[in-house]
């Protein structure tokens, strides 16, 4: 099992910025990819940013520029920095942990409770 905390959610006003922070615990080994996804009001969840273990990282156009992902292997965290906010920023983001390998299984993937973000004057 897997727990993700997020934080650094909040209310911003426009052209500010953000850092969120997942931390991961539990008793699994390894953990391939790390994210941030976000779920706006009557849409559908969309991802933001990962990052594997490796250090490839993805970015959705609509943050690419502006927003940064970085992880702490060491500390089973990841980060997402976000500047230049505008209010289609605002949504729930979740962190998502995915290939989880654990003892007794491969490829799961996991979720946190999500942190809200609204940007908003």
Not at 59 to 88: C, F, W
């Amino acid at each position: 099992q897997v727990q993700l905390v997020e934080s650094g959610g909040g209310l911003v006003q426009p052209g500010g910025s953000l850092r969120l922070s997942c931390a991961a615990s539990g008793r699994f080994v390894y953990i391939n990819t790390m994210g941030w996804y976000r779920q706006a009001p009557g849409k559908q969840r969309e991802v933001v940013a990962t990052m594997t273990y490796g250090g490839t990282i993805n970015y959705a156009n609509s943050v690419k520029g502006r927003s940064t992902i970085s992880r702490d292997n060491a500390k089973n965290t990841v980060y997402l920095q976000m500047s230049s906010l505008q209010p289609e920023d605002t949504a729930v983001y979740y962190c998502n942990a995915g290939g989880v390998r654990t003892t007794s299984s491969r490829g799961d993937d996991y979720w946190g409770q999500g942190t809200q973000v609204t940007v908003s004057s």
